[in-house]
């Protein structure tokens, strides 16, 4: 499986010598920065943990309904999830590198930590309940 690269805010926060061997390590001119590639699957509803990069944001498709969600991942088992729908009006958004755009009515949020950037949104993502659990991340509902 592809994975998303890094995006800039994130690679500066982590030492050059571990972005060297690591998730950078994949990204092409075609693909740079993060959230430019589709959203990971998780497929039977759960996702290994270890396709989840860490220092990044990334989009994660659930499936079922209001599959997306937003898994800010530091290290090990230093996550935050949030829903991957703006909170406008409800329509499911696109990661484009440390962004998450609305494609109706042009909102904005930051990919870090759920927060409006640009409105007519004016609530951060809301929080969702996720768990791991034999290394496998799985949504709770
Ligand atoms: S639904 Fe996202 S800006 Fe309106």
Do not use: W
């Not at 972005?19 to 497929?43: I, K, N, Y």
């Not at 309940?129 to 991340?137: S, W």
């Amino acid at each position: 499986m592809e994975r998303p690269c890094l995006s800039r805010r994130h690679a500066l926060l982590i030492p050059a010598t571990a972005a060297g061997l690591g998730g950078l390590a994949a990204c092409g001119p075609e693909d740079e920065g993060f959230g430019t590639a589709e959203p990971l699957r998780a497929d039977d509803g759960g996702i290994p943990l270890e396709e989840i990069p860490e220092d990044a944001s990334t989009l994660v498709n659930f499936g079922g309904q209001q599959p997306f969600v937003l898994i800010v991942r530091g290290t090990g088992d230093d996550l935050t999830a949030y829903s991957g729908y703006c909170t406008h009006n409800g329509c499911a958004l696109r990661q484009h590198e440390a962004e998450l755009d609305c494609p109706c009515h042009g909102s904005r949020f930051d990919a870090e930590t759920g927060e409006v950037l640009l409105g007519p949104a004016t609530r951060q993502l809301p929080e969702v309940k996720v768990a791991i659990e034999d290394g496998t991340l799985r949504r709770v509902r």
